[in-house]
C-alpha cells in the first residue's frame, strides 16, 4: 500500500517558541519526543487519521536565506473570520510578507522566524479542512509533481493543470496538497518538507524502492544513523520516508 502524507518538517532556531506560535495559531496541543524536536497535532489526534497533516518543528542553526518552497495556507471561514485571524497572528508575533504576491484575497505572512504562510480569504471548498487549508509546494512542472507524488502517497489529484496540481486524502478529509507552479529555482536544502510513511504493518525497504522506481533519488546526506529516509522528489525537494505508524 502507498504511504501518505503524515506530517510537514520545519527547521527553527528556537523550536519550542516557534511551536507554541504555531500550536496558538492552529489551536493545536504541543508535545516533544526529545530535546530540539517539537510535535504540534490537534487534540485527540491519533495516526493514520488522514483529518490533518501534523507539524514536526526541528532546532537547527542554519539561517533562512530564501523563500520556502513549502508552505501552509490557513482556512477562514469569512470576511470578518480572515481580518480576525490575521490580528491574531500579528500579535502572536506574525508579520505581514511581500513574496511578489500583488493585489490578491489573501494575507501573506512570516511566522516569528520568518517562514511565510498565507491566511486565505473564505473558500467554500476549505470549509471542512480544519485549520490548515492546504499544504503548498512551489515547482517548475505541476504535471510531473502529479505523477510522482500522484503514485507515492495515497492521495486523490483532484486537478492538474500546466499551472496548478491539487490532492487531497482518499477519504476526502483534512487539507489540500498543491503544487504550484513558481519561476523561483531550488537553490538551497528546503527547511520546510513533507513527511510520509507506510501504514503500519507495511515494509519500509520496500517501500523505499517503490519510490525510487517512480523517480525519488538520494540526496547525497550520510543516514546511517537514521531509522528514517530522506529522499528527494523529480524536482529535488527532500522529504522523509518515515517509519510505519
Not at 14 to 42: C, H, I, K, Q
Not at 62 to 81: G, Q, Y
Not at 128 to 146: H, K, L, N, S
Not at 198 to 218: K, S
Request: aromatic content about 6%.
Amino acid at each position: 500500500m502507498p504511504s501518505r502524507l503524515v506530517q510537514i518538517n520545519m527547521k527553527a532556531h528556537d523550536d519550542a517558541a516557534l511551536g507554541r506560535f504555531w500550536a496558538e495559531a492552529l489551536g493545536w496541543g504541543v508535545d516533544s519526543e526529545g530535546p530540539g524536536v517539537t510535535n504540534l497535532e490537534p487534540a485527540d489526534f491519533a495516526y493514520p487519521d488522514p483529518a490533518a497533516v501534523c507539524i514536526d518543528l526541528i532546532a537547527r542553526p542554519e539561517p533562512k536565506t530564501v523563500k520556502n518552497r513549502v508552505h501552509v495556507d490557513l482556512a477562514t471561514t469569512s470576511a470578518a473570520h480572515q481580518a480576525e485571524l490575521v490580528a491574531r497572528l500579528r500579535e502572536l508575533g506574525a508579520t505581514l510578507a511581500d513574496v511578489g504576491q500583488g493585489d490578491v484575497p489573501w494575507t501573506v505572512m512570516a511566522d516569528p522566524e520568518g517562514n511565510e504562510f498565507c491566511v486565505l480569504e473564505p473558500r467554500p471548498v476549505h470549509q471542512d479542512t480544519g485549520p490548515i487549508a492546504a499544504v503548498v509546494v512551489d515547482c517548475a512542472d505541476p504535471r510531473e509533481m502529479a505523477r510522482f507524488w500522484g503514485r507515492a502517497i495515497d492521495w486523490t489529484l483532484h486537478e492538474v493543470t500546466d499551472d496548478l496540481a491539487v490532492m487531497r486524502s482518499a477519504p476526502g478529509v483534512g487539507p489540500y496538497l498543491e503544487f504550484v507552479r513558481t519561476p523561483d529555482t531550488k537553490s538551497v536544502w528546503n527547511r520546510v518538507h513533507l513527511d510520509i510513511a507506510p501504514y503500519r504493518g507495511d515494509d519500509p525497504a520496500a517501500e523505499e524502492a517503490r519510490l525510487r522506481a517512480l523517480g525519488a533519488t538520494d540526496p547525497g546526506i550520510d543516514q546511517s544513523a537514521l531509522s528514517w529516509r530522506v529522499l528527494a522528489d523529480p524536482e529535488g525537494n527532500e522529504f522523509c520516508l518515515l517509519t510505519p505508524r
